[in-house]
């Protein structure tokens, strides 16, 4: 088993920045990447970034590109999401998800992701 905890989210205006958290615990090297999703009610969770422990293999979801950056932290084994530029469509419960797939098309896809966290509330008020 993998335990996940997301931490960070919060209240930012539109145009400001938020950093959120994930600390992994538990059998963590079972996991091959981690991942970040979001949801809003009435609406699937979907994908928004995707990092691998091992090297610097890192995806990015086309709506947040250029202003997300994933990022991680071996020793602590903890990935951050740090959002920049928010916009109010980014408000979202944010989780963040463990895989032990990581080919092809696996890290985008929420089915291939085996252990979650509780989420993190994310609001960008206009």
């Known amino acids: 088993q993998v335990q996940l905890v997301e931490s960070g989210g919060g209240v930012v205006q539109a145009g400001g920045s938020l950093r959120v958290s994930c600390a992994a615990s538990?059998?963590?090297?079972?996991?091959?990447?981690m991942g970040w999703f979001r949801q809003v009610p009435g609406k699937e969770r979907e994908f928004v970034a995707a990092?691998?422990?091992?090297?610097?293999?890192?995806y990015y979801a086309d709506s947040v590109k250029g202003r997300f950056t994933i990022s991680k932290n071996n020793a602590r084994n903890t990935v951050y999401l740090q959002m920049n530029s928010l916009k109010p469509e980014d408000t979202a419960v944010y989780y963040c998800?463990?895989?032990?797939?990581?080919?092809?098309?696996?890290?985008?896809?929420?089915?291939?992701?085996?252990?979650w966290g509780q989420g993190t509330q994310v609001t960008v008020s206009s």
């Open positions: 998800a463990a895989t032990s797939l990581w080919y092809g098309s696996h890290p985008y896809l929420r089915g291939s992701y085996d252990y």
């Open positions: 538990g059998r963590t090297f079972s996991s091959v990447g």
């Open positions: 990092i691998r422990w091992s090297g610097d293999s890192t």
